[in-house]
């Protein structure tokens, strides 16, 4: 029998982050709302009681590659907050090469925009729950 896990995922951003969470038992992805971040920080205290509310058991945190697999500056400030989320709560912390997933997520918000679907979904919170997804698909990733 697989082993069931609830994933929160983070699209890390210095302005907001998209957060998500999934089910691997029956592979259900949901976005949440968009989290408030200044200058790249959550508030921390609002952050812990949503991960306390949803008990996770995995956290993926989108790394920001640039498209010739180089690291920048946002991309250290995501494995920070990885490190800092897997500090604060002894949770299993995966970094996911997130490239892509918030123009995929923008793409199919439009659409879903087009066909009348599209409730009040944000992209990243939508590029959230794409990393999760891709998780399903290839479950791995790097610690940050």
């Known amino acids: 029998m697989p082993e069931h896990h609830t994933i929160m995922s983070f699209d890390f951003g210095t302005q907001k982050m998209g957060i998500a969470v999934g089910q691997s038992l029956i592979e259900s992805t ?24 949803w008990q996770p058991n995995i956290f993926l945190v989108g790394l920001p590659l640039n498209m010739d697999d ?13 490190r800092r989320l897997r500090h604060q709560t002894n949770i299993q912390t995966w ?9 995929t997520a923008r ?33 791995h990733g790097i610690q940050p």
């Open 95 to 103: 970094m996911i090469d997130e490239r892509l997933t918030t123009r």
């Open 107 to 139: 793409e199919t918000l439009q659409r879903l925009q087009q066909n009348g679907q599209a409730k009040k979904l944000q992209a990243d919170s939508l590029a959230a729950a794409l990393l999760i997804e891709n998780w399903y698909l290839d479950p």
């Open 70 to 82: 180089s690291e920048s500056e946002l991309s250290t400030r995501a494995r920070k907050f990885a």
């Open 30 to 53: 949901n976005p949440l709302a968009l989290f408030p971040m200044k200058d790249g920080i959550p508030d921390w205290p609002t952050l812990l009681k949503l991960v306390q509310q």
